[in-house]
């Protein structure tokens, strides 16, 4: 790969979102890419931040203008766009969560609706450090929710390692910023609403993600037991921390998780395991692509592991574009910090 | 006026809106109020913060229950409350625009609305601290806009003395927390968006409350010069700040600004003219019914003042409450703080 | 109890704190109170917010003007201060940890000093609701701590119940603003440090409140498990709120959990058990002295708890002011609300 | 100017305060750059963030490693390293305000000191879009301060065309987040005391920079009349804003301004004036160099300009960098968004 490579031409859809702004704002800034087109129908025919560009409807882009379009948009419209796209030989980025679990049965049970294009379902999941090497040069590509991502990448080691006691429950304690909630306006998102406050929501087993989550840790310890997973709303822009504690086996002393974690992370550009003693925070990775853990030992026997993660790059918008960077052979970092 | 006076019954119209939040929670702790009813069309049957009352819908509401309704509604509406519960022998305390402006004429102007009432216009204009006499034992009144507050007390004093040079634009650099526009979800006061950031809105002559300035700083002093007023929107919940730069006629050293804020305000319980060299800031007065003052005079000829609020309080609600003590006859102070 | 009977002459040491302003604050409200004087080493000679005081040192203050002191000090110092108030016969209200673990030892093991009084961890624990038998008519109390106080109080119908499995960690993911941490200025508590951030801190077993915590545990439900503990510095001034996950007894179903607090709750005059799918948040009960919980049943087996207080209120002036009035026989909610 | 350009070799005085932070952030994604050193005294043996390096002491970092010098230090402090630095053959950028002003009587006046090397004060004044003729290829410049920047940009315009009434104040209303104040903590950027707050201070002729920003709208206008400057600490981390309201003579109509501005702005990379009736806000500019621009004309004699930056990029580090650009031949937007 040389800089005489000939640029990427991309295209995005749903760019006015928060994500989508993301996307945009990356990949202005990447050596390989030239953005061709932004869409939005709420925003059509305002300048694109960060480009030369204005936004155009979903429907006038060209297919036919680009190599590769990430889709930033609401699920449901993200899978016809998906499959329209790949007809046209044109190379997919999903960030929705059209393309993330694994059967229809399941989509329906979390989105309560009929998948539109069942067959998209067997899209590999772009958790590259999980996943990466399903992931090189591959045409399509479902980007992981944000606790999702958070969620796996803190309990990976563990997981493959196989050191969580069987059937005990993994309990996921989250908080967002507000751009995880998306750029509509509503009543409790108002400003005055949510400054000063902070609420959980969706708590338990009710959050979509529970199924996207449940899904990947079955594939990696299929007898870990069920996980309770409470996200809370806070009052800032960007920035997704899980606080998860976990039962470890009897066998497996808690001490030990800090260099299970260096091993199994020491050679990933984005994954940062704090020294011993240091809390991960919201600061280690706004606006940067990074994930940052920090692992606390219980007792001997518990684990409590922070991941945190900003929840538009790293969780949305920078991971979308490493996936892109795999998919067409660049450094895995090229436009990322 | 003893603690064995009966309770005033009182009817509060828009009472979830915040303005309308703020009149509940300080009538519920007021030592001489019973809360008949608190009305919202949206959030009809939940309930009341701070009572044990649910909200009924504006219609339900009946005037033969009270003594007295403070009317927290949009302008157009409250006008026809105000009317409606005059007639049924209520007193009205009006907290939207309806009833601030003198002439039809004017209301048109900055409203762009035939007014619905114009004999309404009558009313007095309950800036406590200019026009109390006016105000003893009324039957109605218009509570001030929350810019007019802090502004017009910010000049008062020289307006009164007649010291600002004629025809020098008074010029008003405003900043407002966001529940002054309003609890509606709009898409610029979406969390994300105002989180982080500071803009202005509606500058130079814009905004409606620069026809309220000028018509009351015009009958306290006909030579004035023109408003040149810029509000802002800060990423605060309440607090509002008007930073005022006047010209002074030759013959008033501004060195003297201090002691004429002071004599001016000496006897009042809600002005606080600070000390010299301190400045009025948010923290002096937020979740309280003052008006915190600070003066720096400059080059001898200009003066720099700083007038402080709780737009939800002095600039709304607790400025209502200080109104119905004098229509009362309670102590002025009760029941705020 | 008459309108009519005598003042209770107060005094408040450290008033110049986040907590000691609050105190302050409430009992310049409080109908049965007389401030005889606040307390300030750092703020001596300056006016204290809502009083016509101003702040003088420490030993200044007469013991012989008072009926009853607020201790709002340092650990440490504030046993002395106990110690000298109540040979005077002053009744003492003491905010700090002084007073509130049960041995010499275990003050030793969690705050690294011999405990200058021994004789004063006699003193009963101030949780209004779960020892109110003990503190009416006392002449010295321990006011708990923030955290220990949300926790508790999320915990209490459980642990009284014997419900909770034996032996099986309880888990408290616990986020505080920073007014918790102190008014004294340091590296991490600037203002752009915190600004956007979100920290864990002290992760695990390692803050001083889980002896509290385990303490109070213990004497409700002597099989009760160990705690696991992370606070998180949340960048708001106030509010705290603890997230509690417990393993229940196989014989008690997690959808009974509702109606058991809602029986052990019903009169508590400060404890809002939300209606089923409310989730508490700051919202509730910031400025207020009220505690918010929301439950939320997990596969029958497990409960998802949330407490929620305003830090500096119910977790420290308002419910040492809820303790005065037991102390003196006034109305419990007399000055708070 | 080719990719295969040699590296210059940089080095980072006072890396780890906010200003300089930025520096080490853009220097290290930007092509042209390798950074040999970052220092601080405070923060020596820590890692630098965005860096493989870490912090060293101010005494330990070699001159003969770097072809180029970031002073990023206390004023004072900053002019004998530049002096050093210069000795040593060392392209020197200072972001202090050792280099800003014209004659060691006005460095008396203004910072209470002697300046150690009065012959520095013949440094070019690097504010790029005023004097970019004067910097391309010098060996050393002095930085504008953040509110000069901002200020002058908004003006300069006006100030080249002469369109400005004579002897009449401009007056400016400056309101910065709170990085502007530095790292340091202090007693009044605790950040319980800034959330939700905002504060005037330096009011009126007080603040250090109204020197800095008179003698550069001297040279541009000699007929300009005193400056008001009042800035204001808003609880943001970053982002300045100037709120200047100036008299035009009357033979310039205020609403020839926009063509006056879009004419003057037009080629520049970094300054955005805004469309008529938009308004420029902090979001339009936090993490890039740019200014943005809107203009209220109001009366057809008075201009309102609202003025926004960066206070960290183009205030401080950007504006460094963009210098950096032109004293090495760089293209002056390399390594900027």
């Known amino acids: 790969m040389t800089e005489s490579q000939p640029l990427q031409r991309v295209g995005v859809y749903g760019a006015s979102g928060y994500a989508g702004q993301d996307v945009v704002r990356i990949l202005a800034q990447h050596p390989h890419v030239e953005i061709a087109f932004a869409t939005s129908d709420n925003y059509a025919g305002e300048p694109v931040p960060a480009t030369d560009l204005q936004y155009i409807p979903h429907d006038d882009a060209s297919l036919s203008a680009v190599d590769v379009v990430f889709l930033a948009l609401p699920h449901g419209a993200s899978a016809r766009r998906a499959a329209t796209a790949s007809a046209h030989g044109v190379k ?162 808690a001490d030990d998780a800090p260099t299970l974690y260096r091993r199994a992370y020491d050679a990933e550009p984005f994954i940062d395991v704090l020294p011993d003693g240091a809390q991960a925070s919201f600061k280690h990775v706004v606006h940067t692509n990074h994930c940052a853990i920090s692992l606390t030992p219980v007792n001997g026997r518990y684990l409590h592991i922070t991941s945190v993660i900003d929840n538009l790059v790293k969780g949305a918008a920078g991971q979308a574009v490493q996936n892109f960077n795999l998919m067409c052979g660049f450094a895995e970092t090229a436009g990322l910090c």
Chains 1, 2, 3, 4 share one sequence.
């Open 92 to 253: 997919v980025i999903d960030l929705s969560a059209d393309l993330r679990l694994d059967s229809a049965e399941s989509y329906q049970r979390w989105y309560s609706a009929t998948h539109p294009h069942p067959a998209l379902l067997a899209t590999p999941y772009g958790l590259v450090e999980v996943n990466r090497a399903l992931l090189h040069g591959v045409d399509m590509v479902a980007v992981p929710g944000c606790y999702p991502t958070a969620t796996l990448l803190g309990l990976y080691p563990l997981l493959r390692a196989g050191v969580i006691l069987p059937d005990a429950p993994i309990i996921v304690d989250a908080k967002s910023g507000v751009t995880g909630a998306g750029r509509a306006p509503k009543p409790h998102l108002h400003f005055p609403e949510v400054y000063g406050n902070l609420t959980p929501y969706a708590a338990g087993r009710a959050h979509r993600h529970v199924g996207e989550i449940e899904q990947e840790i079955g594939k990696l310890d299929a007898d870990a037991g069920a996980l309770i997973f409470t996200p809370h709303l806070v009052a800032v822009d960007r920035g997704l921390m899980t606080s998860i504690y976990v039962h470890l086996k009897p066998d497996f002393p």
